[in-house]
């Protein structure tokens, strides 16, 4: 099911670093234990609120699946991405094991490191070309993995998804802006951007904040975190919620 590797580069920074994504390839099966732990509720009614079915979505950093195979459910068409083979492995896995739906409201699954490797002064056509697609999404969502970006490589991210919307599309990104992992040496890399950092870089791309949660505790129980989801939308959405 997973497509041929999408290449990713930083451009001016450091990108998910090769020891984050080695970390997600060498214990992807127990981090996805982990994540079969959490059952999100509350990002999951945010999304139930903000995704019609039909909606295009474009999943970054999906992980285990977990929330693709979620916005499938309500009647999205998913394109979820990873930079991880082994994280896709097992989202192939989940997805084959909890298999409910009919194929064509099934997730796609490919691999795409961040930030994307694309010509970026050539705009939209260039950004979907990179996904193997010629429609702009409805959606982009991002849980869990903005984390892992160097300031650097978060600009060229943003613009990545900023480019790949539609018009009065949004993204939806959830990070932890409180973090036990940034402790930790399991070699995987963390920033600490706080809410406004993030709204800054999304900013700069014409996605200008929509919505702010309050902060929340959530993540498997031996690494829980301080988490945000921030709703970013397009110029001519902002102030609708």
Not at 57 to 75: K, N, Y
Request: aromatic letters at 6%; hydrophobic letters at 40%; proline letters at 6%.
């Amino acid at each position: 099911m997973t497509k041929a590797p999408l290449k990713g580069k930083a451009s001016g920074g450091a990108a998910v670093t090769d020891t984050t994504l080695a970390t997600y390839d060498a214990r992807a099966s127990r981090y996805a234990a982990r994540y079969d732990e959490v059952v999100p509720a509350r990002l999951q009614a945010l999304l139930r609120a903000r995704i019609t079915p039909g909606d295009h979505v474009l999943e970054l950093g999906c992980g285990t699946g977990r929330d693709a195979r979620f916005l499938a459910s309500i009647g999205a068409k998913v394109l979820a991405t990873d930079g991880s083979a082994g994280m896709l492995r097992e989202a192939e896995i989940r997805e084959i094991r909890e298999r409910t739906s009919e194929p064509e409201r099934r997730p796609t699954y490919r691999q795409l490191a961040l930030p994307p490797e694309w010509e970026e002064d050539r705009g939209r056509a260039a950004a979907l070309a990179v996904l193997g697609v010629t429609e702009p999404f409805d959606a982009v969502v991002a849980v869990g993995v903005l984390q892992h970006l160097s300031w650097e490589a978060l600009r060229p991210t943003a613009a990545f998804a900023a480019a790949v919307l539609k018009h009065n599309g949004i993204l939806i990104a959830s990070v932890p802006t409180k973090h036990p992992g940034a402790k930790t040496s399991d070699g995987r890399w963390y920033s600490d951007l706080p809410v406004g950092g993030y709204e800054e870089v999304f900013g700069a791309v014409s996605l200008r904040t929509a919505y702010v949660s309050e902060p929340e505790l959530e993540g498997p129980k031996e690494t829980p975190a301080e988490w945000r989801t921030v709703v970013f939308a397009k110029d001519s959405l902002v102030g609708r919620h």
